[in-house]
């Protein structure tokens, strides 16, 4: 990449409490190696950003871009603003409420974000196949995927009746996700108990009320929260003695019964083939949104004994990974 200008690439990777603001005095525009900046409010501790990060770097050094030599990394654990951070592509590695927050900030910087899981409804883009504007990236089709995950806990438990639902009501998405579960629910014969919360302090309470409303499950519905507090929310399922599944792995490594969804790792891999072909000069208006096509099966085998539960041979034969 030499004689020719070292992009600069912002990441975004934004909680829906985070609001943006001054990033911290004293931060320059560097002179000779431009800035890979990675503004979040997740701990630089937290597993899933460890790999998603490390799939990102892995791709970015495939593709040419060298860490310290034409490209630098720098983190930022705090809030940040994209004007005072030039930037020639951002990535937003926060889900939908990050997307958001940067078409709103900008209309002429190109934006690649990852795992959204309705592009179009949320408006982001005005189709997958012709995104228009400045904005392109990858989906998790998280809401066509809940019903497959409702069938799943249905398999693993065959008399469960009542399923509860851990959902933002506030949270677009998650609007058209229950809308796909009730259409899965009433094939299934299943009663969903929708269990709304709003930040981390509603997690705890959430999970109790599932369990205090008679739900012999519970769907996590994918959301930057639930995904930053994967941990904690299995440990809250495991304690309860609440079967659940998640779309996250980490949910599932940490105690939580099942996780089935897209790799995020994959997503981010292929978010570095979008930024790389957007510096090289493709209109990310032009570049179709792209749905997923590896998919995953996490079974925690420690927690379903715990559970009292058996997993069926013909969903243990499915899982990609089965946990001891």
């Known amino acids: 990449m030499r004689g020719r200008k070292v992009p600069h690439l912002l990441i975004l990777n934004l909680l829906p409490s985070l609001l943006l603001a ?28 460890q790999r998603t990060r490390d799939a ?36 937003t590695a926060g889900g939908t409420p990050a997307a958001l927050a940067a078409k709103e900030a900008t ?19 005005a189709s997958l196949a012709r995104p228009g504007g400045n904005v392109t990236g990858l989906t998790h089709i998280a809401s066509e995927l809940d019903g497959k995950r409702l069938e799943l806990l249905k398999e693993v438990i065959p008399k469960v009746h009542r399923v509860a639902v851990l959902w933002d009501p506030e949270f677009p998405p998650h609007g058209e996700g229950l809308k796909v579960l009730r ?14 919360f709003r930040g981390p302090e509603d997690l705890e309470r959430g999970v109790a009320a599932a369990r205090g409303g008679g739900a012999g499950a519970l769907l996590v519905l994918a959301h930057p929260l639930t995904a930053a507090h994967a941990r904690r929310l299995a440990g809250l399922t495991e304690k309860s003695r609440l079967p659940a599944i998640s779309q996250f792995r980490e949910f599932a490594e940490a105690g939580g019964l099942m996780a089935y969804g897209t790799p995020l790792s994959d997503l981010f891999r292929r978010a570095a083939v979008y930024v790389d072909k957007i510096l090289k000069g493709a209109k990310p208006g032009d570049l179709p949104v ?35």
């Not at 001054?22 to 990675?38: C, D, F, I, N, S």
């Not at 860490?67 to 592509?89: C, K, M, S």
């Not at 209309?107 to 883009?125: E, K, R």
């Open 183 to 196: 259409r899965s629910a009433g094939a299934l014969r299943v009663e969903l108990q929708p269990v709304g």
């Open 22 to 49: 001054p990033l911290a005095a004293g931060a320059q525009e560097p002179t000779k190696v431009p800035r890979v900046g990675y503004l979040s409010s997740a701990s630089p501790s937290n597993v899933e950003f």
């Open 56 to 91: 990102f770097l892995a791709e970015l050094r495939k593709l040419g871009y060298g860490e310290g030599q034409n490209i630098r990394l720098e983190y930022r654990w705090a809030e940040g603003t994209l004007a005072r951070f030039p930037v020639d592509v951002i990535l």
């Open 107 to 125: 209309t002429t910087i190109p934006v690649v974000f990852v795992a959204v899981g309705d592009p179009v409804g949320s408006q982001l883009v």
């Open 290 to 324: 792209e749905q997923p096509t590896k998919f995953e099966l996490v079974i925690n085998l420690k927690t379903a004994k715990a559970l009292g539960l058996k997993i069926p041979q013909s969903v243990l034969i499915r899982a990609d990974e089965v946990i001891q």
